[in-house]
């Protein structure tokens, strides 16, 4: 049973497409984590949000407490989105992160 | 502040010897995690330390598993006897006592021959 769920797990787009990537998780959560991952393994955080909506450039991030869901979105796709993203939350009942297994993004010309 | 580093960055190894990777988290960084990654998954979680205290261990740190963080800055993560099973990039994260955003490293991918 994994504890978070994102679909899909692969995802090719033509650049300029609006993007949705979903994560549903079954756990009670303090946070939850969008990251992105290139090829070579390095990740770097997104978003950390625990209620409503984020917004930083051309990604969108929001989160429904109740429906235990959050999607990820991208406007105008551009090929160097192209990446691994993965949705991870912080457990509130301690310290644990558990992690999705990711959507794997390309982004064609 | 040049973020979190790990060394080395990779390591082949032959079954049976014993490895040690090292994580240099944030310097004012007092929680440092370390997850294991095979490919295709998303990152699993290992174990993480409180400043020198190693407060949580997972299920999939097994007795030929050992992590340390003796001064509360760096750590280490030992692995004896390698298994092929064992191969897999092993990540690093650290992050400030309540605040939950984590600071990963570039990683140290494992392969056991």
């Known amino acids: 049973k994994n504890e978070v769920e994102q679909s899909p797990q692969n995802l090719t787009a033509q650049e300029g497409e609006f993007i949705t990537i979903n994560c549903s998780y079954s756990?009670?959560?303090?946070?939850l984590h969008w990251l992105q991952q290139h090829p070579g393994g390095g990740i770097v955080s997104l978003f950390m949000?625990?209620?409503g909506k984020k917004k930083h450039g051309r990604l969108i991030a929001t989160i429904n407490i109740q429906e235990k869901h959050s999607s990820l979105h991208i406007t105008a796709s551009h090929p160097r989105d192209s990446a691994v993203y993965i949705c991870?939350?912080?457990?509130?009942?301690?310290?644990?992160?558990?992690f999705g297994t990711g959507t794997s993004l390309t982004v064609i010309p | 502040d040049t973020g979190v580093s790990q060394n080395p960055r990779h390591k082949i190894t032959k079954r049976g010897q014993n490895v040690t990777f090292r994580c240099d988290p944030i310097?004012?960084?007092?929680?440092l995690y370390w997850y294991r990654q095979t490919l295709g998954q998303g990152p699993e979680f290992l174990t993480y330390?409180?400043?020198?205290?190693?407060?949580?261990k997972s299920r999939l740190l097994s007795d030929r598993f050992s992590a340390e963080r003796p001064k509360g800055s760096f750590s280490t993560l030992e692995i004896q006897r390698t298994e092929q099973g064992d191969s897999a990039m092993y990540l690093c994260?650290?992050?400030?006592?309540?605040?939950?955003?984590?600071?990963f490293g570039p990683g140290t991918r494992l392969t056991v021959t």
């Open positions: 994260a650290s992050s400030l006592y309540g605040v939950y955003e984590q600071y």
């Open positions: 756990v009670g959560i303090s946070a």
């Open positions: 949000l625990s209620s």
């Open positions: 991870a939350v912080n457990s509130n009942t301690g310290n644990q992160f558990y």
């Open positions: 310097s004012e960084h007092n929680r």
């Open positions: 330390f409180q400043n020198e205290a190693q407060l949580e």
